[in-house]
């Protein structure tokens, strides 16, 4: 005959095989449903936002003047890409960039090393047009947007120089025997 403890032992074990089985069966009865979540209703679409424009400061007699020295067309660029410089219609002194597909108002300013600096009124970006070439920037990343514009006037520029002859410097060379 089984002794009392193996009976029990076998009884424990038949508790555990049933019970989930029995736990299963009465929670999913009585568990309600998770409620469904309603459906997404479509946002309606929203108006364009139109960035407010910037209203340029009265040009200052030093702007005029670095405005006559800004070298306006159509600047051939490095990876054939374009830039279109003209003066602004809307605001005097003041110049209109177009690069890809963005306009940038520029205000120009004579830099103390005799270059010109096109500063953008909302601080974006900044052209820097020197004789022999120009480049935009973006001042925000500090990196260079497009490099080694060349507009029509540098482009003459740059032919006359290569054309010229080239000065012989006395302070650098030795006397000829």
């Given at each position: 005959m089984a002794s009392f403890s193996t009976l029990l032992a076998g009884l424990n074990l038949a508790a555990l095989l049933i019970?989930?089985?029995a736990f299963a069966a009465d929670t999913a009865q009585t568990t309600p449903a998770p409620a469904r979540k309603p459906a997404k209703v479509a946002a309606k679409p929203?108006?364009?936002?139109?960035?407010?424009?910037?209203?340029?400061?009265?040009?200052?007699?030093?702007?005029?003047?670095?405005?006559?020295r800004v070298y306006y067309g159509e600047y051939d660029c490095d990876f054939q890409q374009v830039v279109h410089i003209s003066a602004s219609e809307r605001h005097p002194s003041y110049v209109e960039l177009r690069f890809a597909k963005n306009r940038y108002l520029m205000k120009p300013v004579l830099s103390s090393t005799g270059a010109i600096r096109l500063e953008d009124v909302k601080g974006q970006t900044l052209m820097i047009q020197i004789a022999s070439k120009s480049m935009?920037?973006?001042?925000?990343?500090?990196t260079r947007l497009v490099d080694a514009c060349v507009s029509p006037v540098q482009r003459?520029?740059?032919?006359?120089?290569?054309?010229?002859?080239?000065?012989?410097?006395?302070?650098l060379t030795a006397p000829r025997p």
């Open positions: 019970a989930p089985v929203k108006a364009p936002v139109v960035p407010a424009e910037v209203v340029p400061e009265p040009a200052t007699p030093e702007q005029i003047s670095a405005s006559e935009l920037m973006n001042v925000k990343t500090g003459v520029a740059i032919e006359t120089a290569k054309a010229a002859p080239v000065p012989e410097n006395t302070l």
